[in-house]
């Protein structure tokens, strides 16, 4: 409700995980945001998932993944390149401060 009742988004999609929202896609003009449930990171990352009081994830949007993949190829993976159910191709690494972030491309 911050992003839609505060900032103006518009919900685009949401994604179900264990019988409440996981993530919704949210857009205002040419920004798209992605907010995700604790419950649902922890899902999707699996052993990759490391609890802490202060940390981020973010979520990038570029043109093709598979040119990111060779930049990344020598960090900290923790989400490999994977193809997903909601159409996007995305690979995951943790960078030096701790924080996650997600590069995708649309399938």
């Given at each position: 409700?911050?992003?839609?009742?505060?900032?103006?988004?518009t919900?685009?999609?949401?994604?179900?995980?264990?019988?409440?929202i996981?993530?919704?896609?949210?857009?205002r003009?040419?920004?798209?945001v992605?907010?995700?449930?604790?419950?649902?990171?922890?899902?999707?990352?699996g052993?990759?998932?490391?609890p802490?009081?202060?940390?981020?994830?973010?979520?990038?949007?570029?043109?093709?993944?598979?040119?990111?993949?060779?930049?990344?190829?020598?960090t900290?993976?923790?989400?490999?390149l994977?193809?997903?159910?909601?159409?996007?191709?995305?690979?995951?690494?943790?960078?030096?401060?701790?924080?996650?972030?997600?590069f995708a491309?649309?399938?």
């Amino acid at each position: 409700s911050f992003f839609k009742d505060r900032l103006g988004f518009t919900a685009v999609t949401d994604v179900e995980h264990a019988g409440s929202i996981g993530f919704t896609l949210l857009q205002r003009g040419d920004v798209t945001v992605m907010v995700q449930s604790d419950a649902s990171v922890r899902a999707d990352m699996g052993e990759g998932y490391v609890p802490s009081p202060h940390r981020a994830f973010l979520y990038i949007v570029v043109d093709d993944v598979e040119l990111v993949v060779p930049e990344v190829a020598d960090t900290d993976i923790v989400l490999p390149l994977r193809k997903t159910a909601y159409g996007m191709h995305e690979i995951g690494v943790r960078e030096p401060a701790g924080n996650t972030i997600v590069f995708a491309s649309r399938l």
